[in-house]
């Protein structure tokens, strides 16, 4: 990533950062995401978590505890210093009324929230809940987070997304079920 102009898109499950200027940009609906920026050292990054957590054997970025480990790893690596990190948090929203008794959205902010107060990482700016799905673009060199409220007319493309991204990793976890001597 190496100049203001280069974009990345992250997907569930996906963590990326950068020490150079780069926007990363994703699509919320109940998964949230998490940005972490050094302002001093103007170094940042994003996650996508799908779900607070798995089942015990899985460690995939799309499950809180681990996408949070990866992200700040990363940005460690990149020459972050822990200390300095600060955070803001999107998604989290319930965009289907009645979809479920389980509130995966509220279960997911409220994931945010504790993690980053028990890490002792300040969350400085915040849009979780609600009932609408954001597009955020978050700039790695200065911090700066642009959300959009989604229309109700792009939820079928999320449902779609989400719906083909389960089947891949069904797919996927199959093919895992392979033993190689």
């Known amino acids: 990533m190496h100049h203001a102009s280069h974009r990345v898109v992250i997907y569930t499950g996906d963590v990326a950062t950068s020490a150079s200027p780069a926007v990363l940009e994703t699509l919320l609906g109940s998964c949230v995401a ?4 050094d302002p001093r050292r103007r170094i940042g990054g994003m996650n996508h978590i799908l779900l607070p957590e798995g089942s015990d ?3 995939s970025a799309r499950f809180g505890i681990h996408a949070m480990e990866l992200l ?3 940005l460690m690596q990149q020459g972050a210093d822990r200390a300095s990190l600060v955070a803001k948090a999107f998604g989290g929203a319930c965009v289907f009324a009645g979809m479920s008794t389980v509130k995966i959205g509220t279960m997911n902010a409220e994931f945010v929230r504790e993690f980053l107060h028990i890490e002792q990482i300040p969350l400085v700016a915040q849009r979780l809940g609600g009932t609408h799905a954001v597009h955020v673009y978050f700039h790695t060199d ?25 089947r891949q990793r069904a797919v996927d976890a199959q093919e895992d079920e392979v033993t190689f001597f």
């Open 57 to 59: 054997d899985v460690r």
């Open 34 to 37: 998490v940005c972490l920026f």
């Open 72 to 74: 700040i790893n990363q």
């Open 142 to 166: 200065t911090g700066k987070a642009i959300v959009r409220t989604v229309d109700g007319s792009t939820l079928p493309k999320i449902v779609h997304d989400e719906d083909t991204y389960r």
